[in-house]
């Protein structure tokens, strides 16, 4: 369930990071309560991981799922580039994050 709770958090980090870029683009109470939600969300998340896996762990996979998914969610929804070079690092992120993992 630790697990779960983690990817979850990496998520909703995801989204809160989006969520700033909309925000900046159009300041509305919407953008706004979704960028709070979303950061609250994925610090619920994260402490409950914590709970059961080990500190450094849950962090890196967190940030990595963060901001693998943020640089995803960028060329998908903002049009961002989709240089190869571009998607090899984020590849690397998340091999890293699953690396993690499989030696811990």
Do not use: H
């Not at 369930?1 to 998520?11: C, E, Q, T």
Request: net charge positive; charged share 10%; aromatic share 10%.
């Amino acid at each position: 369930m630790a697990w779960l709770s983690l990817i979850l958090a990496g998520l909703c980090e995801a989204l809160g990071v989006v969520t700033i870029n909309k925000l900046n683009n159009s300041r509305n109470w919407q953008s706004l309560l979704v960028l709070i939600l979303g950061f609250g969300a994925s610090f619920v998340f994260l402490a409950y991981a914590m709970k059961t896996l080990p500190m450094g762990t849950a962090y890196a996979i967190w940030t990595g799922i963060g901001s693998a998914g943020g640089a995803l969610l960028g060329i998908m929804i903002y049009g961002e580039s989709k240089d190869w070079r571009r998607i090899a690092c984020i590849a690397v992120i998340l091999g890293a994050a699953v690396g993690l993992k499989l030696v811990g």
